[in-house]
């Protein structure tokens, strides 16, 4: 039952974040994703974890931080690829790839 709960947890924080994220409150989309992945990693919720990650992910590339969109992805893209998850080892892949361009294009 308690894993259950922070499954639940887990969800509804993501979900927060997104809301944040349709608003382009990147701030607070941050915080809400890093609690739900505090929660992820403090009850091992690997099956959610990926999806966690990779939404982290996307916040800083909307922000142009590349170093932890490619933290956050090849995290996520990892544990996706393990999961088989193809849509967020899609997502994962296409924040790689645009934040490799992006940092190409800033120099």
């Known amino acids: 039952m308690i894993e ?10 993501a979900n ?4 944040y994220m349709e608003k382009q409150d990147y ?8 609690e ?4 992820c990693e403090k009850g091992h919720h690997d099956d959610m974890l990926y999806a966690v990650l ?5 916040t ?9 969109t490619l933290q956050y992805a090849v995290r996520g893209l990892d544990l996706s690829r393990k999961a088989e998850a193809l849509n967020w080892m899609g997502n994962a ?7 490799l361009l992006q940092a190409l294009q800033a120099n």
């Open 27 to 34: 701030a607070n989309a941050l915080k809400y994703y890093d």
């Open 60 to 68: 800083h590339l909307k922000l142009k931080d590349n170093r932890k």
């Open 16 to 19: 927060i974040g997104s809301i």
């Open 4 to 13: 259950e709960a922070s499954n639940f947890e887990v969800a509804n924080l």
């Open 54 to 58: 990779t939404e982290l992910s996307t």
């Open 36 to 39: 739900a992945l505090r929660v």
């Open 93 to 99: 892949q296409l924040n790689i790839g645009t934040a």
